[in-house]
């Protein structure tokens, strides 16, 4: 039996069981072991908005929308709203590393629509936020990325 359904069985920690789901589902997604059906995200989804603690909130978003990102083409939209829904939580809850990370993905979204402006924005303002927490070895990788969009 593996952690998880120990977990589900024992009803333990449910939010955190769901933002564990999302994470495996986005990992094997972007891994190619398996593709992601609509069935299984709407399950996840529907577990997400009945999350009651606040990390969970900004993870489960910030998965959701790394998901739909990529996911294919068609689902630019639900992969913004995820996105700014996780950049308001983090934003409330003042978690500057996630809410860092959050402004990556955004980057993410916005190089993928071709707007490259809005990219460097988003990761201009990660940059902030990583020094901001003293994240300095994320400050680096992300300056990478940024002079690498120039």
């Known amino acids: 039996m593996n952690r998880i359904s ?7 920690f449910p939010s955190w069981v769901n933002v564990i789901k999302l994470f495996l589902a986005k ?4 891994n190619h072991e398996s593709d992601i059906d609509s069935n299984e995200l709407t399950t996840l989804i529907t577990a997400h908005e009945n999350n009651r603690l606040a990390i969970c909130e900004s993870w489960g978003s910030w998965c959701i929308g790394e998901i739909f ?11 913004e ?5 996780a950049i308001e939580a983090n934003t409330k809850y003042h978690t500057t590393w996630e ?9 993410d979204w916005f190089r993928k629509k071709g ?8 990761l201009t303002r990660a940059i902030d936020l990583f020094r901001e927490c003293g994240a300095d070895g994320w400050v680096t990788r992300t300056e990478k990325v940024l002079a690498a969009l120039s």
Do not use: F, P, V
């Not at 709203?81 to 829904?85: E, F």
């Open 6 to 12: 120990i977990l589900e069985d024992a009803r333990i």
């Open 27 to 30: 990992a094997k997604m972007l």
């Open 69 to 79: 990102l990529n996911i294919d083409d068609q689902h630019m939209a639900e992969a």
């Open 81 to 85: 709203a995820w996105i700014k829904r």
């Open 99 to 107: 809410l860092a990370h959050d402004h990556t993905l955004y980057a």
């Open 115 to 122: 707007d490259i402006q809005g990219a460097k924005e988003q």
